[in-house]
């Protein structure tokens, strides 16, 4: 079975440019997590799908962040412009839930690391 | 504010002993724990977990300990293999969401 894909695993861009990420989760999974990952800390959730609708975006900077899923399955998450602030490993996981509706665990892609110049 | 943490940031253990990573976590509504083990240029992978409604939790070689009385977690690796550094998070949901909060993680170094 094939984990999260994410692409691409590096991207190096100027300030002020735009950028996206993409993210293909686990067959199945309909829950889906964007995390930022800044260096030697764990990661912060910044917006979690159900299907495709968004349940949780409380912690997306909404001014010049985005994301969508629009069929419940890829997700793109979206920076436009991009700061020097927002260098960091950004990380796609999904997961199902359990029968009570209970989280299972995650699964994680290998990330995204953005450096912005 | 409410949050994970760990007591120590690095831990260096000689190959073969026993590691044992902490995690002391605030939030006493919390439901279910999650170990991960990042390795450099890789996303965390699953360890083991566990449930509030459980204390122990054996894996190969790993085993987790949870004490809710104290908010404490624990990863114990048995005779542990260079394969085994990396940084270990540990990860709480909260029992009125489906979100993750992970704590800032722990070096482990296997010395030879």
């Known amino acids: 079975e094939a984990g999260v894909v994410q692409s691409p695993r590096y991207k190096i861009i100027e300030k002020k440019q735009p950028v996206a990420f993409w993210c293909n989760p686990i067959s199945g999974h309909n829950t889906l997590y964007w995390y930022r990952q800044n260096l030697g800390q764990g990661p912060e959730l910044l917006i979690r799908?159900?299907?495709?609708?968004?349940?949780?975006d409380s912690q997306l900077p909404k001014d010049r962040f985005s994301a969508e899923r629009l069929k419940g399955v890829d997700s793109t998450l979206k920076i436009q412009p991009a700061e020097l602030g927002d260098s960091a490993v950004y990380l796609c996981?999904?997961?199902?839930?359990?029968?009570?509706?209970?989280?299972?665990?995650?699964?994680f892609g290998p990330g995204t690391r953005l450096t912005v110049l | 504010g409410e949050s994970v943490g760990l007591h120590l940031p690095t831990l260096s253990v000689q190959e073969g002993d026993n590691s044992i990573i902490n995690c002391a976590y605030s939030n006493s509504a919390s439901d279910y724990f999650i170990w991960y083990k990042q390795e450099s240029g890789k996303g965390p992978q699953f360890i083991i977990d566990?449930?509030?409604?459980?204390d122990k939790r054996q894996g190969q070689r790993v085993t987790v300990l949870l004490n809710k009385t104290v908010k404490h977690l624990s990863l114990q690796i048995a005779a542990t293999q260079p394969g085994d550094s990396a940084v270990y998070f540990c990860a709480e949901k909260r029992n009125y969401g489906q979100n993750f909060v992970f704590g800032p993680g722990t070096r482990l170094s296997v010395l030879p």
């Open positions: 996981a999904s997961s199902t839930k359990g029968y009570a509706g209970e989280a299972n665990e995650q699964f």
């Open positions: 799908y159900e299907n495709e609708e968004a349940v949780d």
């Open positions: 566990i449930r509030s409604n459980m």
